[in-house]
């Protein structure tokens, strides 16, 4: 047993190491022995290595949008090398897998495509080329929800469509419909019509027909299944020379978290990709906004209107036209979320559309404040903007309507709730403290505070009666009884930009919940609220104290407060940093077209146009790429200036794209600028324009007007023909020979200015003579008023949140004629009433003016003993009163102001406003900032750098706009 044991151990042995022996599978098998020694066996060669790689001298370029930006998983893409014929049979290679057939063979050689199946974070891309060599490159991808660029998103967060929503980012695939434009400019009456069901609808068709006559025909909806008939539907030529019906495809869907609408002039019958879109499109945006400043807990549709019709001329023209709900202002207040939706949607255009030649925005109100600050803190979305009734941006305007807040507490000024607060109000405007003083102090008729306090201001309270987009309003902000509830509003909206408060200025409600609440750029300490109106008269010295005495300043939660506003320092730093306060330094490389109109009331000042001009002045040569449209409708200047500033603008931008010199861009944009971009004071010029565009009805007339009106078929008028109408009707807004005497420009002479500078060099004098005049004319026709911080001493550009402080100074008021005086009129009336009592009995005056004065004059002892000896010399020697009266007044009127500086320095210790030093934080803007991923936020943003893109962009707009980086050397 023993012996069969070992037996079966040394058998098993055995096998094992024979199968050791035999298990390698590199190992060949020998050659067999034939028993003689002397044959040669062959000696075997190793197989050779693969050659190494090389890498080809070529780039893959990102053509969609900077490779480190790249969202939703796809992107449109270049392979070019210097030798084509090494890309024939090239192959792509995503994170080490082979991607197939996405590359297609251009004519120039290089290989286009749209790559997908990206992950989240870094993706290799690496291209083999025929030889062998290869090209490679990383891009970075991010959700098609977001965030990109712009940190940690808002929430909670709304998705009115879950039924069609895939995940948390909302996100559903795109959704197309069809519209058409109707043959007859009736039929879009016609059909609005048709939805009346009862008589009192029927009293709107007057209100219906002006609407269509002011804002063009609208788009009807088009069922590929059951057409209209090809005669109801208008034809149309493009740009590019295909003439055919107006059939307009509509794209709805979703990207960072919110809705899109992208419209195109459209074939049904035909497929569009990127590689071959449709032959109408002329490869050009048009980005329209909407208006209005707000913040939304949730999603939104995408505006779909505008001032006039420049939607429909662009979709005629060729344009695909895009809009954005979360760069809809009064949607969305975050202007870096705003920019980064607009970023995304620009991407997807490019990769399901074709490549841009450039990109156009238009909007009023809030969708000019997106525009400008777009076009500042992320220059190349835009190359061309058309802003309408426009603010610079929504931070130092929130410093306007703060201040207005303030003072209508203070005046007791606000629209009627009741019947009986009617008088109140007419009390308030010409009694109490009368119409002149109110103006003093705002800056603008009274009635614009009403407005801006009832449609704007409260959306700044982080306390909302209805916060949009909350389900649930328990969860909501509440100092008392939930202090670490959601707070609602605009300034909580910029998180991210503003940074937190410091523990050191904490309120209660932030105490209790250890952790501070969004900091504010907000700040009035040091302001003399008044001070210009003051030194020139327009208000009393006890008006003035008893206003700044009393002014006060708002809180974390914007309420009213005794102590003035204090701004949070890194918040003012980070507001300038990120263009939050648009300094316009980055503009001088986009075309600007400004229309604006009359505010006799509605909160949209005329001054800003001005006012956009002086920022640019502070930071360009030249103020060329700006020109202001002006004109009599309210607002909006003319209805049809959105869509004549759309045809201008597109010449400008065609004009550089097609340049071939070696000027930067800013300099294409003077040099190439053409003669409809000029400032003017009327629309009556556009008749003379090839499109003789007629004022206020514009929108009937195009695109298809009807057959005996359509005046495109009037011969163009010679070009200075236009330019001599806005020479003369400029006249309107300010009175200027020099303008009417530029004949060398105006006419186009070949002189180099010679007769210009004759006969300005003959006007000049009477200009000037006549500039008071002239300027008060301006200011009244355009409405071009100001604001609190302008009759406080602010420039124009009013660009200083908070104020650097000076110690108080006594010359700053020692012009003001009315120092001492509460009430000059009254004075007056009492004085003329004394006069007449005192001439029976002079001996009577010194106590009777004893017993007045002291009510109506803040230093009434001093004025009181001056008078009374001017009377006293007076009756001793009648014959020395004219000159003791004067001098008297003058001392009375104008008194030493030391003795008024020193009660101005009770009230502001601390000193007050020197506006001729820099603004406190302000910085310059930096471009294209980011502020972290979903997770962590870099507050104040940090610059991207151009560098870890190279070779990408190339898609966005043609080569003379400059938005291509560089390819890495």
Known sequence: MKKTLCALIALLMLTLVTACGDSSSSRKPSPPDDGNPDTEHPIEEPEPPEPPLVKADGSIEVL???????????????VQTADADALQGATLRINGKDAGAMLAAQEDGALVGLVSGLTLGENTLHVRLRDNSYLERTLINHPRGGPVFSGPQVQPWHCPNSDRSQDQYCNQA????????????????ISKAGEYSSPQDYFSAPVDMLAMMLTGQELLDYDPEQPPKRSSIAKVTSETGVTMPFIVRVEKGVINRDRYQIMALFDPEQPWTALAPQPQWNHKLLVHHGSNVGVEYGMANPPNSDVGNSIIVALARGFVTLSNAQANLGHNANLVTGAESLMMAKEHIIEQYGLLRFTIGTGCSGGAIMQLHVANAYPGIYQGVIVQCAYPDVWTTAVQFADYHLLNKQFSWSLPSAPEDVLLMLKSLLLDPGPVPMISFYGHL?????????????????????????????ILYDAETNPGGLRCGLVDWMHNQFGVRGSEVWSPAEEAISRGFTATPFDNVGVQYGLKALQLGLITGQQFLDVNRKMGGLDIDFQRQDQRSVADHDALRFAYRSGAINTFQNMNSTAIIDLRGLDPGFAHDAFHSWQFRARLEQNQDDTQNHVIWFGPVPLAGDTLYTTQALLVMNEWLNNVEASDDALTLGEKLRAYKPVQARDRCLSVSSLFDAEHLPPLLSATFTPNPPPLLDLSKIPAAPAQLGKLVDAVTNQVCGLSLEQLTNVSHLLDLPDGGAL???????????????????????????????TPRIMAGDDLTTLANKCQLKPVDPADYATAPFLSLTDPAGLAKQLANTMVEGATKPQSIPGLIKGLLPSAITNPLSVVDNLVGLFEKGIKDPTSLPTEVLNTLAMTLTPDPRDFARKVEAIFPDGVCDYSLPPVGAEPTVPWLQYGDAEQVVYGGEPLADESAPASRQGWASPNFGLALPTAH
């Open 174 to 189: 795109p959704e197309y419909s069809f519209k058409y434009l109707p043959a007859s400019v009736m039929d879009s009456f």
């Open 446 to 474: 009274p009635i614009n505070p009403i407005v801006s306090d009832e449609a704007f201001f409260p959306g700044a309270f982080p306390t909302q009666d209805n916060c949009r987009g909350i389900q649930d309003p328990s």
């Open 756 to 786: 210009s500078n004759v006969l300005g060099e003959l006007t000049r004098p009477i200009d000037q003579l006549l500039k008071p005049i002239t300027d008060l004319q301006s200011t009244l026709v355009t409405t071009r008023f100001g």
């Open 64 to 78: 969609s949008n900077r490779a480190d930006l790249i969202s939703g998983g796809d992107a449109l893409i270049r």
